[in-house]
């Protein structure tokens, strides 16, 4: 489902130190090209690029430049207490910018790499765990829909439906969004859908309910329009405790 691909997806959760460390390498490639520019080489070391506009934050960002000739060079970025293990490469041998992977990181982040590999399982497990749940969750609809549809109870299976990307969205928000996660429009925006989905599940549900004559309604779709709503209201307050929390202003 592309629901559950946003949910995995590593580049939407960001973490604030990773991106000023992938900033410090592009601050960096662009000071290199000027550099080049005036001396015909690239230079082999940061000092040397102090002159031109090469700024980043010492001490919570590495930032190395490993190797470096007339035509070509290597220079990595990283958080300097990592707890994600990203690295962040330039090397014109291989093609130019490229984030490592695990071989490459196995050689920057020692350390912590165990313990960051253990918590990169555990949101895997949950990840796991979530796909499972909600793709029962669509099984048990599409069962509904071959039983219950039509005889006025499409609304109530709309609304079912509708209700579970939000949920996705917010088992999401609660599993990867912490203090350190760099607030964008990348997670403003389905924030704000998922917020409006489930008003719009709300409001779908309590109209049909609204409208029927609940002695003549078979029990199971009362449970499923239930369980709309209460799907909804907890995907939309939990979206809306994250943002409140982590991102007030």
Not at 53 to 78: C, F, M, P, W
Not at 206 to 231: D, Y
Request: charged share 15%.
């Amino acid at each position: 489902m592309p629901m559950l691909y946003l949910i995995s997806c590593t580049t939407v959760f960001e973490n604030n130190y990773d991106v000023m460390a992938r900033q410090a390498l592009f601050s960096l490639m662009k000071s290199q090209e000027i550099y080049r520019a005036e001396h015909d080489k690239y230079a082999n070391k940061l000092a040397q690029l102090s002159s031109y506009d090469l700024k980043y934050h010492t001490g919570i960002v590495y930032l190395e430049i490993q190797s470096a000739n007339k035509d070509e060079y290597r220079a990595i970025s990283l958080p300097a207490e990592s707890t994600t293990a990203r690295v962040f490469i330039y090397d014109t041998i291989k093609g130019g910018y490229y984030e490592a992977d695990e071989v490459e990181v196995s050689k920057y982040v020692l350390g912590a790499l165990n313990f960051i590999r253990g918590e990169k399982e555990k949101q895997k497990t949950n990840l796991l765990l979530v796909s499972f749940l909600i793709g029962s969750l669509v099984i048990l609809g599409f069962r509904f829909v071959s039983r219950y549809k039509g005889e006025g109870n499409n609304n109530a299976l709309i609304s079912y439906f509708v209700s579970l990307p939000s949920l996705g969205w917010a088992v999401a928000t609660l599993n990867y969004v912490n203090s350190d996660i760099v607030f964008s429009s990348k997670i403003l925006i389905p924030s704000w859908i998922a917020i409006a989905v489930s008003l719009s599940c709300i409001f779908i549900a309590l109209q049909w309910l609204k409208n029927r004559n609940h002695l003549m309604t078979p029990a199971p779709v009362l449970g499923l329009v239930g369980c709309s709503l209460f799907i909804s209201f907890i995907s939309m307050g939990s979206v809306a405790y994250t943002l409140l929390k982590y991102y007030p202003a």
